[in-house]
């Protein structure tokens, strides 16, 4: 079963998310476009609620949050129902822990999907993503590492993100007025 999210990511600076945004849209398949919100209920980000222009969304993942690969889960639900959704996790005693907005491409390259996020307050991210099966993770990790370095991108350290994204938790209120 492919249910593996195996991801690489880099934090990326104006000048390199308008250069890999020109590079894909020459070399890959432009998938979409879109703005989305997403609530995080745990601060492993394993609990999610994501809103989009055309859908919304339960997202689960096993692992803690910038892991290199976590089973992951979709079930998309009504969007009148997105305030229901909100409800019924604060009932479980799951109340938002993070919010995050930004603006998201897609395109599909080289068997992988590339993200570039613009998130207001965290800043501009480029990410390399593929849905796998637990025996393919490890080749799609070292294939996504291999695509970075064509691209003359270096992956962020897991130290780094996560310290990044700890100053976000403490501060995310503010950064997205």
């Given at each position: 079963m492919n249910n593996i999210e195996v991801e690489v990511r880099a934090l990326i600076s104006k000048i390199e998310f308008n250069r890999l945004k020109k590079f894909f849209y020459e070399n890959g398949k432009f998938l979409n476009h879109h703005k989305d919100a997403t609530l995080y209920f745990d601060k492993d980000g394993r609990i999610r609620l994501r809103k989009e222009k055309d859908r919304t969304y339960f997202v689960c993942?096993?692992?803690?949050?910038h892991d290199k690969h976590r089973e992951e889960m979709e079930i998309e639900i009504k969007k009148s129902d997105y305030l229901s959704a909100q409800k019924l996790l604060k009932m479980l005693d799951k109340p938002v822990e993070v919010k995050w907005q930004r603006e998201r491409f897609v395109w599909l390259f080289?068997?992988?999907k590339a993200y570039l996020d613009n998130t207001k307050g965290y800043g501009m991210i480029?990410?390399?993503?593929?849905?796998t099966s637990p025996k393919n993770q490890d080749d799609a990790y070292q294939k996504m590492l291999k695509v970075f370095h064509e691209l003359d991108i270096k992956p962020t350290p897991k130290e780094k993100i996560q310290k990044h994204y700890?100053?976000?938790l403490k501060n995310w209120k503010k950064l997205i007025k």
């Open positions: 993942k096993s692992g803690k949050i080289q068997g992988v480029f990410e390399l993503e593929a849905i700890q100053q976000y």
